[in-house]
């Protein structure tokens, strides 16, 4: 039996991910490790709480005896709420991670893999044929990038001064049933149920990768299972969509007209467009992503539709207003 160490699990990703590897993985026993900040919801855990031993802590001060693997979802990821409140990101993405990774080094743990982001690498134009590998500059623009570029650092760190046994992966934007309802896909939706304008940035063409968080799992898992120790991998579908094409498609699917998106100020440091290349987790690994882009946004727009129960009671938890620097 192995023990397993989910960190953020009560979170979009991390509660996902723990589902999937309860259900891959039945022998293995199941840490769930949260300190349920506003973006986090046990609830998310209601079907699997029976199965897994579930901690309210926080990364900094994690207990890991016991514990053979780690894999670390726990951060601050709202680019907005960075803009309003950067120490909390340097202080959990960074200080939080090192804290984590040190306590791995003192357990001795068999593997420590560790979530990030496209976001690291900065951005890229519009009109680029280019895409982010494995081996390109990191070169954040917001706090919450480079926040999440330092936790990256100190990964590599332990594993090179210390030899803990890592692996790193970056993903595409996720999205999915459960994702807490500020970002882009659910608060365009959650708006469009409640009768609201969605509010759609002025560089509405900005365009992200997407990639189903179930998809996701599964190259975690692919990682895991069949990775190399100290390597990196990027999670991508190369389909990308632009703030303007998913609030369309929230339209189009709930039947709504376009006379409901309202334009509204860019924030500070908005990326332009990521991009990742992908290959090496395909080629290495045989990971391929399995949910259509368009039928997975329509599922998951209609997941809402049917689970208002889930978030309407975390609507107004969130700590800031895509308006909040322009006054």
Not at 110 to 135: K, N, Q, W
Request: glycine share 8%.
């Amino acid at each position: 039996m192995t023990s397993v160490l989910v960190t953020g699990a009560a979170g979009f990703i991390g509660s996902h991910f723990t589902r999937h590897w309860v259900a891959e993985h039945p022998e293995d026993r199941v840490v769930a490790l949260d300190a349920l900040t506003y973006a986090g919801t046990e609830t998310n855990l209601a079907d699997v709480r029976d199965r897994i031993t579930f901690v309210h802590g926080d990364i900094a001060s994690a207990d890991l005896t016991g514990i053979d693997v780690v894999v670390n979802f726990a951060a601050e990821s709202h680019n907005s709420l960075a803009v309003l409140d950067p120490t909390r990101f340097f202080r959990t993405n960074v200080l939080g991670t090192q804290a984590l990774l040190e306590a791995a080094r003192q357990a001795g743990v068999r593997r420590f893999h560790h979530i990030s982001t496209c976001e690291v690498y900065g951005d890229l134009p519009l009109d680029a044929g280019s895409a982010f590998t494995e081996e390109s500059p990191y070169r954040p623009r917001t706090p919450y990038n480079a926040s999440k570029a330092g936790a990256d650092h100190a990964v590599r760190a332990y594993s090179e001064t210390f030899g803990l046994p890592v692996t790193i992966t970056n993903c595409a934007n996720n999205y999915g049933p459960n994702q807490f309802p500020e970002k882009v896909l659910p608060l365009f939706t959650t708006r469009a149920l409640d009768g609201g304008d969605l509010p759609v940035y002025a560089s509405k063409d900005n365009r992200r990768e997407w990639v189903h968080v179930l998809d996701h799992c599964r190259a975690i898992e692919a990682v895991l299972l069949r990775g190399r120790v100290g390597e990196t991998y990027h999670v991508g579908t190369g389909v990308e969509a632009s703030v303007e094409e998913i609030a369309d498609l929230v339209l189009d699917e709930l039947g709504l007209p376009a006379s409901r998106k309202a334009t509204v100020p860019d924030r500070p440091g908005h990326d332009r467009r990521y991009l990742l290349d992908s290959a090496k987790i395909r080629r290495e690994l045989g990971w391929e992503p399995r949910v259509p882009f368009e039928s997975g946004v329509r599922d998951t727009i209609r997941w809402y539709a049917d689970n208002r129960s889930w978030w309407e009671p975390l609507r107004d938890r969130s700590p800031v207003s895509e308006t909040s620097w322009t006054g």
